[in-house]
């Protein structure tokens, strides 16, 4: 038998979840583009030659160390988001499949 998900989902339940799905998706458009921004922020500190002579050498040192910290653990929390987004794509090509194989066999059952 084959089976519509749209009929289970109506009204204000289905209203909400877009929503919700909405502002998850762009929240987490916001969060990728936002960790890239400062990747290449914290990139640019690192690598330019602050030589300005105000400012000593250990205290440079000290910045450039709590920079490439920060840019270390942005690039661990990309690479998270990066893994998961991977396996999103995998359910997503599972399901897709399990579609059309529903498809055929429906399509078989009425013909």
């Known amino acids: 038998m ?3 998900p749209q009929n289970y989902l ?3 339940s289905l209203s909400l979840i877009c929503g919700s799905l909405s502002w998850l998706k762009d929240h ?3 969060e990728r583009k936002e960790i890239s921004e400062k990747l290449l922020r914290l990139g640019k500190e ?3 030659d602050n030589s ?3 400012v000593d050498w250990f205290t440079q040192q000290t910045s450039q160390v709590g920079a490439r910290q920060q840019q270390y653990e942005l690039k661990q929390q990309k690479e998270k988001i990066d893994k998961f987004d991977k396996s999103i794509s995998k359910i997503k090509e599972a399901y897709q499949k399990r ?3 529903d ?3 429906c399509s ?3 013909t």
């Open 10 to 12: 109506q009204g204000k």
């Open 2 to 4: 084959c089976h519509n």
């Open 28 to 30: 987490e458009e916001r």
């Open 99 to 101: 579609v059309r194989i």
């Open 108 to 110: 078989c059952i009425e």
């Open 103 to 105: 498809n055929l066999f």
């Open 52 to 54: 300005d002579e105000t």
């Open 46 to 48: 690192t690598s330019t």
